[in-house]
């Protein structure tokens, strides 16, 4: 399959303004992913398990902008 970084990159070729969030059950492979990427390419990120405000608040964050 394909990695998640991959991913983010080939989402942002065909639609650069979109804003992407990613979800992880495994925080410390997320941080390491969004260490490495630069900060334009994803709006936030997740902790599986999350409380459903949580993501609430990013989607307002989303649409706010």
Known sequence: GIAAPETVLAIKRVSPSVALILCSGHPAELDE???S??????????????APEALLN???E????
Not at 37 to 50: D, E, G, Q
């Open 58 to 60: 990013i989607l307002n």
């Open 37 to 50: 990427m630069a900060p334009r390419l994803v709006h936030a990120s997740l902790y599986k398990p999350f």
């Open 33 to 35: 992913m969004m260490s």
């Open 62 to 65: 989303v649409f706010a902008a």
